[in-house]
């Protein structure tokens, strides 16, 4: 009896490793795959690469088999790469929560349209953290597993509560003697009301500020009117003293992008650089929690904030080719993800979502959230979100029901039109977003602003990657951990 050879019944010589692609132009398609590698093939190349008739001599070949889109059985180490890419890409999973969000108070002297909460007046104190919420707070978070942890300030305006951000400081550095973690504190500041004092002990604790400049004067007072002073000069002024006792590289500015913004892209770019500031964060609006009641007045579709990006990045780009190092701090996490084996981590992009997962929230009253938007829900009258109370066990509050039923909806490889996604290795869940805009936490990319401004950035950055000058200016936008001093307005970004 004849027995045939095998590659009769299997004419591949190759496997093919998970990847998805898109096609970019009539005979151009981006392959990218499951470790975030990509590729470009013509569509012949793509069927023969399916088919299993590439030739492994060849140029394509050589090119997927380095970048891990196949392997042979003969030699398995571009599995074993691929392996290892995978577990560096998702390493984020083993550590439980990273960023620890304390909201110290609901006080803030300014009424920014755009604000999610419900700000209260300076004087209001009942609105302040208590310092055995704190304490408490301070214990679940030395609970979690993470080496890293981030400890961010949020308000209102922290800094009214100082405080209650000193005592956390201190307590976290003491508790830490026994835990032995790499902790960085971050305040999220307006900087109106900094002083020398808060300055040196900023300074004695590494403290990084990250602060709201909005653009030239008349837009920042528009966005950020306050009721006690000029919110600009102030700002300016705080930034100033802060440099000098911090350094520059301890402050890093966020301009949150209104319907008044889009049109002054390059004045809003032009200030950053005569600031003396080389990140800027071009942050969109998220319209959700108490700044739903605002939307007509500062809102702008996905369409009109994308045009206002790519004008915006175009000339941050021309900027830095005239010898000024200014990056654009979206695009650098999205050219992080594309150029670097190890994914930023950030609560939005990575799946399975960051809620409760990479971050915790910390309210006033003693409620803890799985992110800074479900906090936000509150004000719209919904407190279905809150995992419990700072009271309870680490171990409650992430196994709360509320948990799973986010979690559910929180990896982005099992959500429709996300699975089949070229850019899901570079992308997150967000079902925290879907169900404050939506209603439901699975969601629909067809009608996702996020997924609309993700696909885009990714789009543009794929095909700006082209221009060899471009990609110079990208390599030295490459992290060494820049973003720290954004981490939780990344979070709600
Ligand atoms: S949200 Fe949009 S861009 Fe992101 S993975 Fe899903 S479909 Fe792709």
Same mark, same amino acid.
């Given at each position: 009896?004849?027995?045939?050879?095998?590659?009769?019944?299997?004419?591949?010589?190759?496997?093919?490793?998970?990847?998805?692609?898109?096609?970019?132009?009539?005979?151009?398609?981006?392959?990218?795959?499951?470790?975030?590698?990509?590729?470009?093939?013509?569509?012949?190349?793509?069927?023969?690469?399916?088919?299993?008739?590439?030739?492994?001599? /060849?140029?394509?070949?050589?090119?997927?088999?380095?970048?891990?889109?196949?392997?042979?059985?003969?030699?398995?180490?571009?599995?074993?790469?691929?392996?290892?890419?995978?577990?560096?890409?998702?390493?984020?999973?083993?550590?439980?929560?990273?960023?620890?969000?304390?909201?110290?108070?609901?006080? /803030?002297?300014?009424?920014?349209?755009? /604000?999610?909460?419900?700000?209260?007046?300076?004087?209001?104190?009942?609105?302040?953290?208590?310092?055995?919420?704190?304490?408490?707070?301070?214990?679940?978070?030395?609970? /979690?597993?993470?080496?890293?942890?981030?400890?961010?300030?949020?308000?209102?305006?922290?800094?009214?509560?100082?405080?209650?951000?000193?005592?956390?400081?201190?307590?976290?550095?003491?508790?830490?003697?026994?835990?032995?973690?790499?902790?960085?504190?971050?305040?999220?500041?307006?900087?109106?009301?900094?002083?020398?004092?808060?300055?040196?002990?900023?300074?004695?604790?590494?403290?990084?500020?990250?602060?709201?400049?909005?653009?030239?004067?008349?837009?920042?007072?528009?966005?950020?009117?306050?009721?006690?002073?000029?919110?600009?000069?102030?700002?300016?002024?705080?930034?100033?003293?802060?440099?000098?006792?911090?350094?520059?590289?301890?402050?890093?500015?966020?301009?949150?992008?209104?319907?008044?913004?889009?049109?002054?892209?390059?004045?809003?770019?032009?200030?950053?650089?005569?600031?003396?500031?080389?990140?800027?964060?071009?942050?969109?609006?998220?319209?959700?929690?108490?700044?739903?009641?605002?939307?007509?007045?500062?809102?702008?579709?996905?369409?009109?904030?994308?045009?206002?990006?790519?004008?915006?990045?175009?000339?941050?780009?021309?900027?830095?080719?005239?010898?000024?190092?200014?990056?654009?701090?979206?695009?650098?996490?999205?050219?992080?993800?594309?150029?670097?084996?190890?994914?930023?981590?950030?609560?939005?992009?990575?799946?399975?979502?960051?809620?409760?997962?990479?971050?915790?929230?910390?309210?006033?009253?003693?409620?803890?959230?799985?992110?800074?938007?479900?906090?936000?829900?509150?004000?719209?009258?919904?407190?279905?979100?809150?995992?419990?109370?700072?009271?309870?066990?680490?171990?409650?509050?992430?196994?709360?029901?509320?948990?799973?039923?986010?979690?559910?909806?929180?990896?982005?490889?099992?959500?429709?039109?996300?699975?089949?996604?070229?850019?899901?290795?570079?992308?997150?869940?967000?079902?925290?977003?879907?169900?404050?805009?939506?209603?439901?936490?699975?969601?629909?990319?067809?009608?996702?602003?996020?997924?609309?401004?993700?696909?885009?950035?990714?789009?543009?950055?794929?095909?700006?990657?082209?221009?060899?000058?471009?990609?110079?200016?990208?390599?030295?936008?490459?992290?060494?951990?820049?973003?720290?001093?954004?981490?939780?307005?990344?979070?709600?970004?």
């Amino acid at each position: 009896m004849k027995i045939n050879d095998p590659e009769l019944y299997s004419p591949k010589n190759y496997q093919l490793l998970p990847f998805r692609f898109e096609r970019i132009g009539p005979n151009s398609c981006l392959l990218v795959n499951e470790v975030g590698e990509h590729c470009y093939l013509n569509n012949h190349e793509l069927e023969m690469l399916v088919n299993g008739s590439l030739e492994p001599s /060849c140029m394509a070949f050589q090119k997927l088999y380095s970048k891990s889109f196949v392997y042979t059985e003969e030699n398995n180490y571009s599995l074993r790469t691929f392996c290892s890419k995978y577990k560096a890409r998702k390493s984020f999973i083993f550590d439980g929560p990273a960023l620890h969000i304390f909201v110290l108070t609901l006080r /803030c002297e300014n009424s920014c349209d755009y /604000c999610q909460v419900t700000r209260r007046n300076p004087d209001a104190k009942k609105y302040d953290m208590p310092l055995h919420v704190a304490r408490q707070s301070v214990y679940r978070m030395f609970e /979690c597993p993470a080496k890293n942890l981030t400890v961010e300030f949020q308000g209102g305006e922290p800094l009214l509560a100082f405080d209650v951000m000193k005592f956390i400081i201190e307590l976290s550095v003491e508790q830490n003697t026994h835990h032995n973690k790499n902790l960085q504190f971050v305040v999220a500041t307006s900087l109106q009301n900094i002083n020398e004092e808060m300055l040196e002990f900023f300074h004695q604790h590494d403290v990084h500020i990250s602060t709201s400049v909005d653009g030239p004067e008349w837009l920042h007072k528009k966005n950020r009117p306050s009721c006690h002073s000029n919110s600009y000069e102030s700002t300016l002024k705080g930034l100033e003293q802060a440099r000098k006792i911090l350094g520059h590289d301890k402050i890093a500015g966020m301009t949150t992008i209104t319907k008044s913004s889009l049109s002054s892209s390059k004045a809003i770019i032009d200030e950053y650089v005569q600031l003396g500031f080389h990140s800027i964060f071009l942050r969109p609006l998220n319209m959700y929690g108490f700044a739903v009641k605002k939307e007509s007045k500062v809102g702008y579709t996905s369409e009109e904030f994308n045009k206002f990006y790519k004008e915006s990045l175009n000339y941050i780009i021309q900027i830095n080719k005239c010898g000024f190092r200014l990056d654009e701090v979206n695009a650098s996490l999205a050219l992080n993800n594309i150029l670097t084996p190890q994914a930023t981590g950030y609560v939005d992009m990575r799946s399975p979502c960051g809620d409760g997962t990479g971050v915790l929230v910390y309210n006033y009253d003693g409620k803890v959230y799985p992110s800074d938007e479900s906090r936000m829900l509150v004000e719209m009258g919904d407190n279905s979100l809150a995992l419990g109370s700072v009271y309870e066990p680490l171990n409650n509050l992430i196994s709360s029901k509320q948990l799973h039923t986010i979690l559910q909806a929180g990896v982005a490889e099992s959500l429709p039109g996300c699975s089949d996604c070229v850019y899901l290795p570079y992308c997150g869940a967000n079902p925290i977003q879907n169900y404050s805009r939506y209603g439901d936490m699975i969601g629909h990319r067809t009608f996702s602003a996020f997924c609309q401004k993700q696909k885009f950035l990714y789009r543009n950055i794929f095909q700006l990657l082209e221009d060899s000058s471009n990609r110079s200016v990208f390599y030295t936008w490459l992290p060494n951990n820049r973003y720290s001093s954004y981490q939780g307005e990344l979070n709600h970004a």
